[in-house]
């Protein structure tokens, strides 16, 4: 999910009470609840899509669970300490307890990989013991009426905080409606997934969620059995079948993606295993087709950011294409 998302819920848990058990308690949750993304700085030194790769891995991963919060609570606490010392540390902030620091930037940090698992961009839970990426796909990466709801419930509990009213409950009322808000998404997603029109017959479906209208998800079936196949040297062009699925309307074919990998032959295309770029992608990617872009040159794309109008962040230019005949006996005669 994106940072507004996250500094807002641990803002809330902050609200709902927690925010009382020390000193700086709302820094360690608000900047706990990001401190993942600290890998954001791979951009300083990776090139192209090659940060694909490398988001959302070892800082989303268990050791980082454990390992970031204790850096965020000693920064926190040799801060108080540091502040002290001058002389200018505000009379009204609590003690710092350096064990509630940990355990509330303990408690943030772990609700970072939990939205973000619920998008469709994907998200490593186990690195580094397991490289395997995991996806939810119940909300959209950016969602506005979680914005709407997160942001009102603060604005009115540091509200009524202010005026000396019961400003504890608003907060947890609002988590509650977040976690049934979310609970409902996912019940939407499943649903979709399992009416999948059965005229398609795909193997594997993605529902990915859309902007705004939440009670929508985007279709993608696909093929994994000959369409799809994929290695370290062969990409076959892929057949994708997309569709629009809603609660209102149930489902509505939108078309397939374009076939047209090595000249819509419908064979193989040899992959250069020493680009990083590509060697990333494919890495990262989980509905990869390739495109043959406007100039000539075949661009690698995912189905889950497809936007036909331009070369954007969710591609990557594949040099010196050549086409394969695929043997017969091996993938079938289509």
Known sequence: MDNLTHGLVG???????????????????IVGANLPDVDAACFLWLDGVE?????RGITHGPIAWVVLPLILAGLLSGFDRWQARR???????????FKWLYLLSFIACLTHPALDWLNVYGIRLLEPF???WFYGDVLFIIDVWLWALLGLATWFSLRREKRGGEWKRPARVALSVALAYIGVNAGMTWRAETTFPTKFNPDRTIASPIPIAFWTREMI??????????DDELLLARTYTISRWSLLSGHQLIGELPKV?????GGAIDID???SQVREFRFWSRAPFAERAPDGSVLLRDA??????ARDRFSVALPDVECEELPVEQYGSD
Do not use: W
């Open 11 to 29: 803002a809330l848990i902050g609200q709902a009470g927690l925010k009382k058990k020390t000193g700086l308690a709302m820094p360690a949750l």
């Open 51 to 55: 940060h694909l790769g490398f988001r």
């Open 87 to 97: 002389g200018k540390r505000p009379a009204e902030r609590l003690p710092v307890n």
């Open 130 to 132: 397991s490289s395997e």
């Open 221 to 230: 079936g696909f093929d994994v059995r000959q369409n799809s196949y994929l």
């Open 261 to 265: 990998a090595c000249d819509e032959l």
């Open 273 to 275: 295993s020493d680009n």
């Open 304 to 309: 889950r950011f497809y936007d036909p109008r």
